[in-house]
């Protein structure tokens, strides 16, 4: 009897030691969320320095994780960041299919070939189950999209098992959700007819009315799948955390990518005046909520130490200023431009088995969340595959002997480009660094009038230090010609 007790008590304390040891072990891949706001700026939370608009969530991953305080999204405008994110590749080579400017409109075929190489087809491959819930923009089909039938290819066509979102943005036709390749409560009688060809839109009497409201674009029909503005970010919030639940016992890859706080600003009503500042400040609020939302199902789920969030935004806010909320902090510009405010915006990565929380100063970007993705899964990432994403990992584990990136190249929401380099910022014509808003400033045949700014002595970008400083200014046109001639920027 007393040797059955003796070996069952060392049976158990062994079961006990092997579970610890594998709940503990490093070489588990994690899970991994990347949340994507939408036009949210780097001063716009508290652990930004925010004060008006409150933010307990995203200050809660910032003081469990790592808060880069030099995280840039690879364009100042939506599409293009997007891109990069999952392909790894900067958007502006891609000028064929017009991924060198502007955004997608809810017309844009697929944006991505099927056959490229990225982060999510990388992690299916490696056995994750992928997801991409919230805002798409990036087109589906071969030419155009027919919202009456299958949207194929798309989203899954690139390494998403499942979708679930918004085809383009909340202030574009058609203003209907879709599930993997089909708009979601579509009547057959009904059907959706769309353009954004101010012409065609007149022949076919289309209107830019849909949804309780004008938007970009024209159509018609399809009023039975018609969104609520107010219920967006309920409804992705809600199909995150059943996606949460039903892959509770797999390692997965969600990608959120909410549509808050893009224009229209129209939050939740439980949200209307909590800022008591303005509709987008409410708005905050409520992507601060879904993120909340996730990170409870994490804790509830018993998921959070082993999972990787990353948390950015695809380009900086559009406004600078809001009774005393500084949306785009210290910095010059707004989304679209060249200045830093149009790109530098919240990096937060959080990983609570493997990451110490620190407030790291690396020049980081968006287009790296997919090298660093595929690096904490532990896949090995093919060498021509994501050509221009930096594993960042080494630097969250704190492994790094120098500077993840010593140089990163930025797209305007008009296609130009700027580069930073260690606190340099180089503009090679400041005629087009107001991006949108540069108009007619960039006269025909007039010579580029190039900008050089020290970010160290000089955030604001305020003092033009081109002329002082040829050698710096030389160095980093030198830095961005090599890059847009060489196919592949990263290490390999
Ligand atoms: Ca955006």
């Known amino acids: ?279 987008r400040a409410d708005m905050l609020h409520e992507l601060d909520w879904s993120i909340g939302e996730i990170l409870n199902t994490l804790d509830r789920l018993g998921l959070a130490k082993n999972t990787l969030i990353m948390y950015s935004s695809d380009n900086g806010a559009y406004i600078n200023d809001e009774e005393g909320h500084k949306p785009t902090g210290p910095y010059r510009g707004k989304k679209s431009q060249l200045w830093e405010g149009g790109h530098r915006v919240p990096f937060i990565t959080r990983w609570p088995a493997r990451l110490q929380p620190s407030e790291p100063k690396d020049l980081v970007s968006t287009i790296d969340i997919a090298a660093t993705i595929c690096a904490a899964a532990g896949i090995a990432v093919p060498k021509d595959a994501l050509p221009d994403s930096y594993n960042l990992l080494p630097a969250l584990l704190g492994e790094k002997q120098a500077p993840v990136r010593d140089h990163l190249v930025l797209m305007s929401g008009t296609g130009h480009l700027a580069l930073r380099s260690g606190d340099w910022k180089y503009i090679p014509d400041l005629a087009v660094a107001d991006g949108w808003q540069a108009g007619n400033k960039k006269k025909p045949n007039a010579p580029a009038r190039p900008g050089l700014y020290d970010l160290a002595k000089d955030p604001g970008e305020k003092q033009n230090l081109f002329a002082e400083k040829p050698n710096d200014a030389k160095r980093l046109a030198a830095l961005l010609e090599k890059a847009k001639t060489n196919a592949i920027t990263r290490p390999r």
């Open 1 to 279: 009897m007393q040797i059955q007790q003796y070996f069952f008590r060392a049976l158990l304390a062994l079961t006990v030691f092997s579970f610890s040891a594998a709940e503990e072990s490093v070489t588990t891949p994690p899970n991994i969320i990347v949340i994507l706001a939408d036009d949210v700026g780097w001063g716009d939370a508290g652990c930004y320095g925010g004060t008006k608009v409150k933010t307990p969530n995203i200050d809660r991953l910032a003081r469990e994780g790592q808060r880069f305080a030099n995280g840039h999204a690879s364009a100042a405008v939506c599409t293009p960041t997007r891109y990069s994110l999952i392909t790894g590749q900067y958007s502006w080579r891609r000028d064929a299919v017009g991924l060198n400017k502007g955004v997608a409109n809810g017309d844009s075929p697929l944006l991505i070939p099927t056959d490229m190489t990225t982060a999510p087809g990388l992690l299916k491959e490696a056995g994750y189950q992928t997801a991409l819930i919230g805002k798409w923009h990036l087109g589906f089909g071969l030419t155009k999209p027919d919202y009456n039938q299958e949207l194929r290819p798309g989203p899954l066509e690139i390494g998403f098992h499942e979708f679930f979102g918004i085809p383009a943005t909340n202030d574009r036709i058609p203003t209907v959700f879709v599930r993997d390749h089909r708009v979601v409560g579509l009547d057959a009688a009904d059907p959706i007819q769309i353009t954004y060809d101010k012409d065609e839109a007149q022949k076919q009497g289309l209107s830019p009315y849909a949804a309780g409201r004008n938007r970009i674009g024209w159509g018609k029909g399809g009023k039975a799948a018609w969104w609520k503005d107010t219920d967006i970010a309920d409804t992705h919030t809600r199909e995150c955390m059943q996606f949460l639940e039903r892959n509770k016992d797999k390692k997965f890859f969600l990608f959120f990518t909410p549509h808050d706080v893009h224009a229209p600003v129209i939050p939740h009503k439980r949200f209307v005046g909590t800022s008591g500042l303005s509709n």
